[in-house]
């Protein structure tokens, strides 16, 4: 017979205000097996984890309940109470008499019955809990961190820096991200290559890191700790180890009229390509899709003038599996497509850009040279008009379907490209249309009003509302909502802030991490203020703009912060595994393969077993077994046994049913 | 293949061209457009108030009928089909306007939206196809550049018309590529050309059209074709010394079938 | 109050719009074809009507000059519809008794031999009861 005991918790008056706590405690005292139950302001505080201590020694409990908050809170504060005070931790069962009671109630008397109810069901599980001891799994000392733009390459940095082995893997032929298109950075106007390519060059020289570029990770198998993953190595049809990255075969390929990804398709490259000047690895790749070789088998200019004979036109995708014990998502953001705003004209002329076009057309690697021409008749413009929120901050049923939050790097990459085109031609006009100029970062502001105070920049609170090319130019009609005028602006260019959003490869490499995202398919944090770095999948981190729109100072500490949560589990020898597993009951399994199918951790496998018939015959049956160090404990097999075989360690079958009954009585 | 078909009042009247060069164009692409009997004027404007059940009705009613005859419903009129599409999306997704539409009429099987209703160049689009189209032009637009007028009513809400996209559309330049002209595209193609402003304010509107038309004419567009009977009307009249003539987009396409004769204008 | 006392609520409700979406853009202002027409402008309807300044829009020439385009209905971001304010506004002020804003008296003056009967109906709709 068990002997338990029951802590009604106050919460202050979290609960108390709205559950009559004695009225709890008196009630739990009725209960069958209870044989102490009371009533605390706070159970989470030393002394309420010392009353726990004590109760379990004086009365000789066997389980404990606690009513109190979510056990996603406390439930661990309270098992390591009854660790200390001899209980086994999982002999603890948490009533949440909070959240799911009296924060969404407002009348005292049913609140108080329904946390009765409440109670009364925990009782009735703890009552079947038996004492479960968790094992340990050893930790495979490598990260891997997918996506090497300047989240992922600084959190390579950092873990790397710690002694441990990180990959990287790209799926573009080049780390370096967005940041290696951008021209200057604000507020100090540094140039981003600079800043960058040292790190680009520091990862690639560090020999705890490899970088796979033009790769991609197509698996992922195993758990915190224990991860192996299959990573795609596209092929590239030039050997990296032979190519030298001398850029001949760019020269010399046929094939010149290729859109230039990198320059977002303002100019074009070859065919066979090396991305930028300071891409890393420096090694050239074909495109499949436009080399006449791979495509027809004629040409072969490449190889001609490759002394190095690093071109490789048989070349296949290749598979290669590697282990790790913790994973870190980086994989960024892009512009929208702008497509659906056409009134702003994007479709019907050149001189329409994105603003990532326009750091394009004023960096000097860019397709003009660093020189500001517009794109349709490569001549000076002298008045821009740069339209801000472009697809941000939209109701979810507005009929261009846009992003409902705030992408919250247009406000500032604007001002700095409305200040940086002011400062190299003062005789162009610029205007910026906002609807809020939002600026919470430090330096911001003043960088804002410097664009405005010091250079001129015409800030005008209102949107552009339809854009008509005409003659050369560009008739802006926007409305001025400060002075109540609908203005005609003759502009020679108009730069759109795209709202971001986050890379398409991001949903399907969340369902291979069973990693969970938002409605944006951002990814989503373990806990938004405590663990912003985490993900709620054990051993999965994230970093940078994937997990939200973020500036480059912000993506840069949030990739230390994922790496010292990674350098945290990787420094581990073991990690305590969860008990509260699945077990098979070879006697009830019938052999189906129905778990081993919804089985998200492929936990399950089915082998042949001798049983011993009644006729004193043994006959092979297939029957289930369960890894318990893979298993995570999600129930999926249990629920969808159909011979009920399968149970969960901690949550029964027949625990569920108990409080179920408990609930109805 | 067999439509109903609603031509609306101006089709029968000033817009006489529109109606006649349709039918007879879809004679000859294999579709067969039965005129509904008994049609009502749609109103000629969607009542936006939410409390205007009474001037949907005639739209109801034409929605109805076509339901009864069995076939989708055909139209042509720019407005037309606005009122009719914007009313039978009503019927479909909107109970309030639902149950008190069907109460008025009480007819013998209420109207929940069962049926579609087309565009004629949705029509050409997605039934004859633009490509079959081509191979039946004899008199081809070759060198002719003509721009689109899409105008508002075909195009928005863009939630319920689903037309095309209506910030930029395409499906009256792949119209006028398959009778072999080159498309003008120009930004003012989607914007208002002044509507029924012109019956109380004639310099309005043609100021509203004079953009359009200046617009259309700088782009290098050597005429204009449109679905909507208001929107010729005012497009020809803020364009007084006629630098761009403006037609029905059926009217070129009976010449390029070559089913327009010499008396016919 | 206004005469027949039109308020905010009948307003809200003729048009089935929620003002509160507005986040104060000006998009709507921005695209509108009449805005050079317009005395009150469409991003001030939901203003003025989420104020319960109804009397000035109720009285002002601004109804009669939305040309029912649409353009701010699909391009407004948060999917607040001023033309349907707009509509509500005029529908409310052409429901009082006299206040019809084109009369078939009128007609004959204005008739020209190309007009479409289309305009006419439409006027008719959007100007009387």
């Given at each position: 017979m068990q002997r338990i005991g029951v802590f009604v918790c106050h919460c202050g008056s979290n609960i108390a205000a709205t559950v009559d706590v004695k009225a709890v405690a008196e009630a739990a005292k009725?209960?069958?097996?209870?044989v102490f139950s009371a009533d605390y302001?706070?159970?989470?505080?030393e002394s309420g984890q010392d009353l726990i201590k004590d109760m379990i020694k004086e009365h000789k409990l066997t389980g404990i309940v606690v009513c109190s908050c979510?056990?996603?809170?406390h439930e661990n504060t309270f098992c390591k109470a009854a660790a200390a005070g001899g209980?086994?931790?999982?002999m603890v069962e948490i009533a949440?008499?909070?959240?799911?009671?009296s924060w969404i109630h407002k009348d005292m008397p049913s609140a108080t019955a329904k946390a009765i109810v409440l109670v009364r069901s925990a009782i009735a599980k703890v009552t079947l809990n038996a004492p479960l001891t968790a094992g340990t799994s050893p930790v495979t000392k490598r990260a891997l961190v997918i996506g090497g733009g300047i989240a992922g390459i600084q959190t390579a940095l950092d873990i790397a820096d710690a002694g441990f082995e990180v990959d990287i893997v790209e799926k573009?032929?080049?780390?370096?991200?967005k940041m290696a298109q951008i021209d200057k950075t604000f507020?100090?106007?540094?140039?981003a290559a600079c800043i960058l390519t040292p790190k680009m060059v520091e990862a690639a020289q560090n020999d705890k890191i490899r970088i796979f570029s033009?790769?991609?990770?197509?698996a992922v198998k195993g758990f915190v700790g224990n991860f192996t993953v299959t990573i795609k190595r596209k092929a590239?049809?030039?050997k990296e180890d032979l190519c030298?990255?001398?850029g001949l075969c760019t020269e010399k390929c046929?094939?010149?009229?290729?859109?230039?990804e990198f320059n977002l398709g303002l100019d074009n490259r070859r065919?066979?390509?090396?991305?930028?000047?300071?891409?890393?690895?420096?090694i050239a790749t074909i495109d499949p899709d436009y080399c006449t070789m791979l495509k027809?088998?004629?040409?072969?200019v490449c190889s001609k003038v490759c002394s190095a004979g690093?071109?490789?036109?048989?070349a296949k995708d290749e598979f290669i599996d590697v282990n790790y014990g913790a994973i870190v998502a980086a994989t960024g953001f892009n512009p929208i497509k702008?497509?659906?705003?056409d009134e702003f004209a994007y479709a019907q002329s050149p001189?329409?850009?994105?603003s990532l076009e326009y750091e394009r057309l004023m960096n000097a690697a860019g397709p003009t040279g660093g020189t500001l021409l517009?794109?349709?008749?490569?001549t000076h413009p002298h008045t821009i008009v740069f339209v801000q929120c472009v697809g941000s901050r939209?109701?979810?049923?507005?009929?261009?379907?846009?992003?409902?939050?705030?992408?919250?790097?247009c406000c500032m990459y604007t001002a700095k490209h409305a200040m940086l085109t002011r400062e190299k031609y003062p005789d162009t006009d610029v205007y910026v249309f906002y609807i809020d100029v939002r600026t919470p970062g430090k330096s911001f502001d003043e960088f804002y009003r410097r664009a405005v105070e010091q250079y001129g920049v015409h800030y005008i609170k209102g949107m552009v509302g339809k854009v008509t090319p005409e003659g050369g130019k560009l008739k802006v009609q926007a409305s001025d909502l400060i002075a109540g005028k609908q203005l005609h602006i003759d502009a020679d260019m108009v730069v759109l802030a795209a709202a971001i959003e986050p890379d398409k490869t991001a949903r399907p490499l969340a369902t291979l991490l069973t990693a969970s995202m938002d409605t944006n398919d951002f990814f989503t944090e373990?806990?938004?203020?405590?663990?912003?770095?985490?993900?709620?999948?054990?051993?999965v981190f994230l970093s940078g703009a994937c997990q939200g729109p973020k500036d480059i100072p912000e993506t840069v500490a949030q990739a230390g912060a994922a790496a010292s949560k990674v350098i945290g589990l990787l420094a581990k020898d073991h990690l305590v595994c969860n008990p509260c597993v699945a077990n098979a009951n070879e006697m009830l399994c019938?052999?189906?393969?129905q778990c081993e199918k919804v089985c998200p951790y492929g936990a399950i496998t089915y082998s042949y077993k001798e049983f011993r018939m009644p006729d004193r015959t043994t006959k092979l049956r297939l029957v289930a077994s369960v890894n318990a160090a893979v298993?995570?404990?999600?129930g999926a097999c249990t629920v969808t046994c159909p011979s009920g075989a399968m149970d969960l360690k901690g949550f029964s079958n027949k625990q569920i049913m108990a409080e179920v009954d408990a609930i109805c009585k | 293949m067999i439509y109903s078909y609603f031509p609306g009042c101006t089709l029968k009247n000033k817009a006489i061209d529109l109606d006649i060069y349709a039918r007879r164009s879809a004679e000859l692409l294999g579709i067969t457009l039965e005129e509904l009997p008994e049609w009502q004027c749609?109103?000629?404007?969607?009542?936006?108030?939410?409390?205007?059940?009474a001037t949907k009705l005639s739209s109801v009613r034409a929605l109805a009928a076509s339901r009864d005859a069995g076939h989708d419903l055909v139209t042509l009129c720019s407005a037309c089909h606005n009122v009719l599409k914007q009313v039978n999306n009503d019927m479909r997704t909107d109970e309030y306007i639902r149950s008190r539409a069907n109460n008025y009429m009480a007819p013998d099987a209420e109207y929940n939206g069962e049926i579609n209703v087309i565009h004629y160049l949705e029509l050409l689009r997605d039934t004859v196809g633009f490509e079959n189209i081509k191979k039946k032009v004899v008199k081809p637009f070759t060198g002719r550049k003509i721009g689109a007028y899409y105008g508002c009513?075909?195009?928005?809400p863009g939630k319920v018309m689903?037309?095309?996209?209506?910030?930029?559309?395409k499906i009256l330049e792949d119209f006028i590529r398959a009778i072999g002209g080159e498309p003008v595209i120009y930004a003012?193609?989607?914007?208002?050309?002044g509507g029924y402003a012109t019956v109380e304010d004639k310099a309005y509107a043609a100021s509203r059209a004079g953009k359009v038309v200046d617009n259309a004419a700088a782009c290098g567009a050597d005429m204009l074709i449109t679905a909507c009977p208001l929107c010729l009307y005012n497009l020809n009249k803020s364009n007084a010394e006629n630098k761009l003539p403006v037609v029905y987009f059926t009217e070129l396409l009976a010449e390029a079938l070559g089913l327009k004769e010499e008396n016919d204008v | 109050m206004s005469e027949n006392n039109i308020c905010r609520e009948d307003i809200l409700r003729i048009s089935g719009?929620?003002?509160?979406?507005?986040?104060?853009?000006?998009k709507c202002s921005a695209t509108c074809p009449a805005y050079d027409e317009m005395e009150y402008h469409p991003h001030q309807f939901v203003n003025m009507v989420e104020n319960g300044d109804i009397e000035a829009l109720v009285e002002s020439p601004s109804l009669f000059k939305?040309?029912?385009?649409?353009a701010c209905i699909d391009r407004c971001p948060r999917q607040v519809e001023p033309a349907k304010l707009v509509e509500a506004v005029r529908s409310a002020c052409i429901r009082r008794?006299?206040?019809?804003?084109?009369?078939?008296?009128?007609?004959p003056a204005i008739?020209?031999?190309?007009?479409?009967q289309q305009a006419l109906v439409s006027a008719f709709r959007k100007y009387s009861e």
């Open positions: 009725h209960e069958s097996g209870v302001q706070y159970m989470c505080s979510s056990p996603r809170m209980l086994n931790p999982y949440n008499i909070r959240e799911q009671c573009e032929p080049t780390i370096g991200g507020p100090t106007l540094d140039c033009y790769s991609e990770v197509s590239r049809y030039v030298t990255g001398c046929p094939q010149k009229k290729v859109p230039n065919a066979i390509y090396i991305p930028f000047a300071q891409a890393i690895p420096k027809s088998g004629k040409c072969g690093a071109i490789d036109y048989q702008v497509d659906k705003y001189d329409v850009v994105t517009r794109p349709s008749d490569r939209e109701s979810e049923d507005s009929t261009k379907c846009g992003k409902s939050y705030c992408s919250k790097i373990a806990h938004p203020k405590l663990r912003p770095v985490e993900s709620p999948t054990a051993g019938s052999g189906c393969s298993c995570q404990g999600c | 749609c109103g000629g404007v969607y009542p936006l108030a939410k409390d205007k059940i009513l075909l195009l928005r689903q037309m095309d996209d209506p910030e930029n559309p003012q193609r989607n914007e208002c050309c | 719009v929620d003002t509160r979406k507005c986040m104060r853009c000006g939305c040309l029912s385009c649409f008794q006299g206040h019809n804003h084109l009369s078939a008296d009128a007609i008739l020209d031999p190309d007009i479409p």
